[in-house]
């Protein structure tokens, strides 16, 4: 099983386009304490945008619709939410102690069903020095995987803080070209 076919035009594209918009809008840091309540709340901010894009959201929290898996090492692996079947799988981390290697695990399993794949890994208070390294460009090798992941891969992450930031920090750091 190879990767699906993901070309950057077409519906799929104008809808990571609008995905990316609300992800880099969305306010993380004052939407809850777990991993659950960070997905609760953007699967009911885009039921409710539902509208604005050309694909059906698909959550965990509806409970008439189902999020497709992907069956591999022995077990299914479902993203948390998807738009369409096929074409967008996102799926949040919140980054306690570990989680940074999973997630981006989970992408390249996602990858095998979906054309695209939205990484949001939300970073907890204790872990702040990921997101200040991150943003004074201290992990370099990170860096490097994460834009090799969007590049080629059509994985795009977004590291957000679930804590408050000093001004002039972005609150979101993405690796998502449009």
């Given amino acids: 099983m190879g990767f ?11 809808d ?17 304490k777990s991993e659950r309540d960070f997905e609760n709340g953007f699967a009911s901010t885009l039921l409710t945008i539902q509208s604005t894009f050309n694909s059906n959201v698909i959550t965990q929290i509806d409970k008439t619709t189902t999020v ?14 998807t738009l369409n079947d ?6 949040l981390k919140f980054v306690t102690y570990a989680g940074l290697k999973d997630a981006i ?24 020095y990921i997101y200040d390294d991150l943003h004074t460009n201290k992990e370099k090798d990170l860096q490097d995987t994460l834009r090799h992941l969007a590049d080629s891969m059509n994985i795009f992450t977004y590291v957000v803080p679930a804590f408050d930031i000093k001004p002039g920090v972005n609150k979101c750091i993405s690796y998502f070209d449009k």
């Fill in 4 to 14: 699906e076919v993901a070309r950057r035009t077409g519906k799929y594209w104008e």
């Fill in 105 to 128: 695990g989970q992408g390249y399993l996602y990858r095998l069903r979906y054309k695209f794949v939205f990484l949001i890994l939300i970073i907890s208070e204790d872990r702040s």
């Fill in 68 to 81: 497709q898996s992907i069956y591999c090492f022995g077990k299914n692996h479902r993203p948390d939410m």
């Fill in 16 to 32: 990571c386009k609008r995905l990316d918009e609300l992800v880099n809008n969305y306010p993380f840091h004052t939407t809850g």
């Fill in 86 to 91: 096929n074409g967008i799988a996102i799926e």
